[in-house]
């Protein structure tokens, strides 16, 4: 299928790739729950892992103009949402070097409380 996960979160609250299981990002990394990818609701992440990343470009987006650049899972290559590169209004400027995962491309995995996970494992 893919490459194997080089990153992992032993017993961590973890979110993973819907489609092949990969640790993409630990709870601790989330930065806000308000953002909107193009389909649908997206996390603000400051760090991620097993992520591979194409090459920036300039797209508009609700915020405004950013350079952004597609980042997809390293084990399936399924593409989850974005990094961005460079935001050019300065109220923006603190998304630059984070990462965007949509929800539809991740659930939550690990160390959940097992009431939460069952109630929030696709995380709709």
């Known amino acids: 299928m893919g490459k194997r996960p080089i990153g992992s979160f032993h017993d961590l609250q973890t979110y993973s790739c819907v489609h092949c299981r990969a640790n993409l990002a630990n709870h601790n990394e989330l930065i806000s729950k308000s953002f909107q990818g193009s389909q649908g609701k997206a996390y603000l992440f400051n760090s991620v892992v097993n992520i591979g990343c194409g090459p920036a470009e300039e797209r508009v987006l609700l915020t405004g103009l950013h350079a952004v650049a597609d980042i997809y899972c390293e084990c399936c290559k399924t593409t989850l949402g ?40 696709s995380i709709h």
């Open 82 to 121: 974005w990094k961005y590169e460079h935001a050019f209004e300065l109220s923006q400027k603190y998304k630059e070097g984070k990462f965007i995962i949509e929800l539809a491309h991740m659930i939550k995995d690990n160390g959940w409380d097992k009431r939460e996970y069952r109630r929030n494992n």
